[in-house]
Nanobody, 118 residues
Framework: VQLQASGGGLVQAGGSLRLSCIASGNSRFSTYDMAWFRQGPGKQRDLVAT???????HYATSVSGRFTISRDNAKNAVYLVMTNLKPEDTAVYYC????????????WGQGTLVTVSS
C-alpha cells in the first residue's frame, strides 16, 4: 500500500486547509482504518484524527471542533479539513492506513508540511 499526502502549505492563523491522502497498491481501501498524525518541530508524532472502515471518527482534543476527517472510498482517499488554524498546528502531517486481518499492518505516507503563521 502506498499513501500520497498533499495539500499542505503556509496559511495565516485563522485560515483553513484541506489535506488529501490517496492510497494505491491495494483494492480494498474501504476496509482500512485511516488516520492523520502530525509531528511538530522537536516533538513526537501525535494522533490527530481517525476514521474507521465504518466511518466512525475520533479527534484529538486539541483539534476537536476545528478539524474534520472524511473518506471517499470510490477515490481511495482520506481528507482532513482544518479550520481556524493556530500556530501550534504547525507540523508535518502524515496519513496512516491500518489493515486488520489475521495481523495488523500499518502504512505511512510521506508527510505534508503545514505552517501556520501568527
Amino acid at each position: 500500500v502506498q499513501l500520497q499526502a498533499s495539500g499542505g502549505g503556509l496559511v495565516q492563523a485563522g485560515g483553513s486547509l484541506r489535506l488529501s491522502c490517496i492510497a494505491s497498491g491495494n483494492s480494498r481501501f474501504s476496509t482500512y482504518d485511516m488516520a492523520w498524525f502530525r509531528q511538530g518541530p522537536g516533538k513526537q508524532r501525535d494522533l490527530v484524527a481517525t476514521i474507521s472502515s465504518a466511518d466512525n471518527t475520533h479527534y484529538a482534543t486539541s483539534v476537536s471542533g476545528r478539524f474534520t476527517i472524511s473518506r471517499d472510498n470510490a477515490k481511495n482517499a482520506v481528507y482532513l479539513v482544518m479550520t481556524n488554524l493556530k500556530p501550534e498546528d504547525t507540523a508535518v502531517y502524515y496519513c496512516n492506513a491500518k489493515i486488520i486481518t489475521t495481523t495488523i499492518r500499518s502504512y505511512w505516507g510521506q508527510g505534508t508540511l503545514v505552517t501556520v503563521s501568527s
